[in-house]
């Protein structure tokens, strides 16, 4: 995707985005991509409204927490995160921020991921983790999920047993199985209570569409 222009839609930091954009995200991951970011930006600008919160620290951290692609079938898969904060962290040093922002900055996007499964402590961490996660639920969550199985090869469902209830889940194998090995379950663990609100209502839309896919098959 063309990345210019694209600075001015992350208002009200866009000088911060025009300098982080260009490191923002590798490879050809469509559900890790800059609108990924920029949904997520928003996510957390919500969030941030209500919450409160250093909003540099927090908007470089969305900015960047994606800045080393890994593949969701990789090994290395659980420590994107920490391959991330450590490109992230270069970034901003080669950009002089002083280093007790630099560590602000790392830690949101060591702790953001699912895979690493590492508590973050401070407010833009937790921020961070909700905005991430709540594009990982609700019809764009959906979405991403159908998106990512098709770029694994995996197929949408078990022909004989769709549902996991006679066999292990395996949402390597089954898209529809990620359901409920990971989405299903990311509501209850939102770090905000803003970003709570926000997860209550994605999951619901994301409950719907395994209802009506059910139907159809």
């Known amino acids: 995707m063309d990345r210019s ?11 911060l985005a025009e300098a982080l954009l260009p490191h923002a995200t590798e490879g050809n991951d469509g559900s890790h991509d800059i ?8 996510n957390a600008m919500r969030i941030h409204a209500i919450e409160g919160g250093d909003r540099e620290i927090l908007a470089a951290a969305v900015l960047l927490h ?7 079938n990789s ?24 280093q007790e922002r630099i560590e602000a900055v790392a ?10 499964n590492i508590a973050p402590e401070t407010l ?16 764009v969550g959906a979405a991403r999920c159908f998106y990512t199985a098709g770029r694994m090869g995996s197929a949408l469902y078990d022909p004989v047993d769709p549902f996991a209830e006679k066999r292990p889940l395996d949402d390597r ?18 770090q905000t209570a803003a970003g709570s609100v926000i997860a209550r209502e994605r999951h619901a839309r994301l409950e719907q569409v395994l209802e009506l ?5």
């Not at 222009?5 to 009200?12: I, L, N, R, T």
């Not at 833009?124 to 019809?139: P, S, V």
């Not at 896919?213 to 098959?217: A, H, K, R, S, Y």
């Open 66 to 72: 994606d800045c080393v692609s890994v593949e969701k």
């Open 124 to 139: 833009e961490a937790k921020i961070l983790q909700d905005a991430d996660r709540l594009d990982a639920i609700g019809m």
């Open 75 to 98: 090994a290395l898969r659980a420590q994107a995160s920490k391959l991330a904060a450590d490109k992230a962290s270069d970034i901003l040093r080669d950009l002089v921020w002083p």
């Open 213 to 217: 896919l059910t139907d159809e098959i």
């Open 35 to 42: 609108v990924h970011i920029l949904r997520v930006f928003r």
């Open 173 to 190: 194998a089954f898209a529809i199985d990620h359901f409920a090995a990971k989405l299903f379950k990311l509501s209850d663990n939102f």
């Open 5 to 15: 222009g694209m600075s001015a839609a992350f208002s009200p930091e866009e000088k």
């Open 107 to 116: 830690h949101a996007i060591l702790t953001h991921s699912f895979s690493a």
